[in-house]
């Protein structure tokens, strides 16, 4: 039983995660298109706040793992490859940020 339990509170973990990991994406788009350089540093911090999140609920994701599960969590579920997309995008991102001038 406690196997049970616990596949429910990943699946709902890896839920929340997906949801903060849509939003960050959300704000950062907003920011890439807002003219407005505070409002787009607003944004930014907002992204940045949710990818926080995120990262730490990953992390409780991956510490929950039967070991003996050796597929990669990128196959399991396509949230998590859906966000390596978004951290191709962030690569340049800093570059971004200091252009503001």
């Known amino acids: 039983m406690p196997s049970k339990?616990?596949?429910t509170s990943?699946?709902?973990m890896?839920?929340?995660?997906?949801?903060w990991r849509q939003k960050r994406k959300q704000y950062i788009d907003q920011a890439?298109?807002?003219t407005d350089e505070i409002e787009r540093e607003r944004?930014?911090?907002a992204a940045e706040h949710y990818g926080r999140i995120a990262n730490e609920e990953q992390l409780k994701?991956?510490?929950q793992r039967d070991p003996?599960?050796?597929?990669?969590?990128?196959e399991e579920t396509p949230v998590v490859s859906e966000t390596t997309d978004t951290e191709e995008e962030d690569i340049g991102f800093p570059d971004f940020i200091t252009n503001l001038k």
Do not use: A, F, W, Y
Not at 14 to 19: A, E, G, L, V
Not at 68 to 74: A, G, Y
């Open 5 to 7: 339990k616990n596949q």
């Open 10 to 12: 990943v699946g709902q």
């Open 14 to 19: 890896i839920q929340r995660c997906h949801k």
């Open 32 to 34: 890439r298109q807002n």
């Open 43 to 45: 944004l930014l911090q």
């Open 61 to 63: 994701i991956d510490s």
């Open 68 to 74: 003996k599960d050796k597929t990669p969590i990128s």
